[in-house]
């Protein structure tokens, strides 16, 4: 069993930054894509950015310029930086991980419980 927990989250002024992580844990032989999602009050949850085992990176429209997405492959680990926040940004932010353990041949999606992002004007 594989979990995902995000930490970082909480209330932040319009204009200052966060740092969200993403640790996952558990019976964990290579993880291969990481990503972050967020679903906003009364919205659908929406990808904001993804990297690769490998470090590429994409990032939704909505996220480019704020947004950096980071991992940490020997802490099993992914972050999320974002600089100049905005109202809009208010959501639960969601970690994503396509996790390959040793008990199966192919690796299995895995979500986190999310961490809630608040921003105040």
Do not use: H
Not at 10 to 37: D, E, H, K, P, T
């Amino acid at each position: 069993q594989v979990q995902l927990v995000e930490s970082g989250g909480g209330l932040v002024q319009a204009g200052g930054s966060l740092r969200l992580s993403c640790a996952a844990s558990g019976s964990i032989f290579r993880i291969n894509a990481m990503g972050w999602y967020r679903q906003a009050p009364g919205k659908q949850r929406e990808l904001v950015a993804r990297i690769t085992g490998g470090g590429e990176t994409y990032y939704a429209d909505s996220a480019k310029g704020r947004f950096t997405i980071s991992r940490d492959n020997a802490e099993n680990t992914v972050y999320l930086q974002i600089d100049r926040l905005k109202r809009e940004y208010t959501a639960v932010y969601y970690c994503n991980a396509d996790v390959q353990t040793r008990m199966y041949d192919y690796p299995i999606n895995y979500w986190g419980k999310g961490t809630l992002v608040t921003v105040s004007s």
